[in-house]
Every structure is written in C-alpha cells, then in structure tokens.
C-alpha cells in the first residue's frame, strides 16, 4: 500500500509517499529531503467519511493504529468514531489530512 509522510521541521515540511505492507508500516521514516522525522499522514478522505459515525472504522484501522493488548486489557478504549480518531492522531503526535 502506499502512505504519505510529511516532515515535522516546519521550514521543510516536506511530503513523500513510500510503500508498505499493510500490516508493517512504520508511522515514522526520514524525510529525503533533510533528514529530519517524517511522521505518518492518516488521510480519511478517500473513503468519503463526512459524519461521526462508527461504520466506517473496522478491526484493520483499530488494529493499525492501536495496541491490540492494551485494548483487550481495557487500558485503552478502541476508536469508534471520527472524533474519538481525531483525538487519538493527535495524542500521538500523527498528523492527520483529509
């Protein structure tokens, strides 16, 4: 599959596309262009999601972003809407496009 990646160093935010498995992508890389962190861009658009609703998010997407011991252990409460998506990017520092 193919992710975006896009740099945290605001004077070169640059993004890149790379290919992964879909179970063995890393949510970070080095950005070719300095060298710097490139973080992961969860893009929703491409399915059309427009309202808070749970269908859209499946055991894949859980299991791609979240850690599938501490939601069995109920340390961490799996995402069911784009809201409860949004907020989990943005605890762990992911951006999020789309």
């Given amino acids: 599959m193919l992710y975006d990646y896009e740099c945290i160093d605001?004077?070169?935010?640059?993004?890149q596309e790379?290919?992964?498995s879909?179970?063995?992508f890393p949510n970070e890389i080095t950005c070719e262009m300095c060298g710097s962190v490139a973080r992961k861009v969860i893009v929703s658009g491409?399915?059309?999601?427009q309202i808070d609703n749970p269908v859209w998010i499946d055991d894949s997407v859980r299991q791609a972003l979240q850690d599938s011991e501490r939601l069995?252990?109920?340390?961490?409460k799996p995402i069911e809407t784009r809201t409860e998506l949004n907020a989990h990017l943005n605890?762990?520092?992911l951006a999020h496009s789309g």
């Fill in 10 to 15: 605001p004077r070169c935010s640059h993004r």
């Fill in 18 to 20: 790379k290919t992964y």
């Fill in 22 to 24: 879909y179970k063995s």
């Fill in 46 to 49: 491409h399915g059309g999601i």
């Fill in 72 to 76: 069995e252990l109920g340390i961490e």
């Fill in 91 to 93: 605890k762990h520092g």
